[in-house]
């Protein structure tokens, strides 16, 4: 299994192709930049089997309805976000762009995540409900790969902002520190801005967790 990374512009967003032996793969968080995604997807000749949200704010989102029509795949939640897919206002699209409310058509399928063990298509997928940067936050790990996509939970020596609509700082360090923390040092982790890192190095260096 391999991870392919895309960074989206203008907000640096992540977006994470994890691609398996048969060249199947999920893409994660499909941000701004559609046609790089493609481009990638194409050129490689994958075969996209979901796709899958860390949470959705409307820049982790904003290709998804594009590439679920194109390669008719569903799209993965958490279920406490489901109705921000259709709502501009709380996917921040509204807010942020100030004109164009971003959400997905009816005809999409919606499936929705908890805390639990998936299996989405031909991978298998520990899924972690880490509320904190939003309601329905969650961190993806693929435990036989070694590696945690953690969406806005925690990053490269800092962690997601809480003053937004449904955040809570004090609930986003408890799931960094109950559920995240806990992983084997070596787990690799792919934030949804900016530099991978591990879980072990954060434990150490990263100023917002001391103490936990
Ligand atoms: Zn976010
Ligand atoms: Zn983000």
């Keep these: 299994m391999k991870i392919e990374k895309i960074v989206n512009y203008p907000m640096d967003v992540n977006t994470y192709v994890v ?3 048969d060249n199947k793969c999920l893409v994660i968080d499909p ?3 559609d046609k790089k995604i493609m481009k990638m997807i194409n050129q490689n000749g994958l075969e996209v089997e979901a796709i899958v949200l860390t949470h959705a704010h409307f820049d982790h989102l904003i290709s998804a309805n594009t590439i679920a029509l194109m390669h008719e795949v569903p799209i993965y939640v958490h279920k406490k976000e489901v109705e921000f897919l259709y709502d501009g206002t709380k996917n921040l699209s509204i807010t942020f762009t100030r004109t164009n409310s971003i959400t ?4 999409v399928s919606v499936q929705t995540l908890s805390e639990e063990t998936k299996q989405i ?3 298998s997928l520990n899924i972690y409900h880490v509320p904190g940067h939003s309601p329905g936050s969650v961190a993806i790990h693929f435990k036989d790969a070694g590696f945690l996509i953690s969406g806005d939970c925690l990053f490269n020596r ?3 902002r809480t003053d937004l609509f449904g955040g809570d700082e ?3 360090i408890k799931s960094i520190k109950t559920k995240l923390l806990k992983l084997k040092p070596e787990t690799i982790v792919y934030p949804g801005h900016g530099p991978h890192t591990t879980i072990g ?3 150490d260096n990263n100023p917002y ?3 936990c």
Excluded: C, H, P
């Excluded at 997905?104 to 005809?107: L, S, T």
């Design 121 to 123: 298509g031909s991978f």
């Design 158 to 160: 800092s962690v997601g």
């Design 104 to 107: 997905i058509d009816n005809g």
């Design 170 to 172: 004090a609930q986003l």
């Design 209 to 211: 967790l001391r103490g």
């Design 19 to 21: 691609i398996n032996d």
């Design 31 to 33: 941000s701004f930049d």
């Design 201 to 203: 190095y954060e434990k």
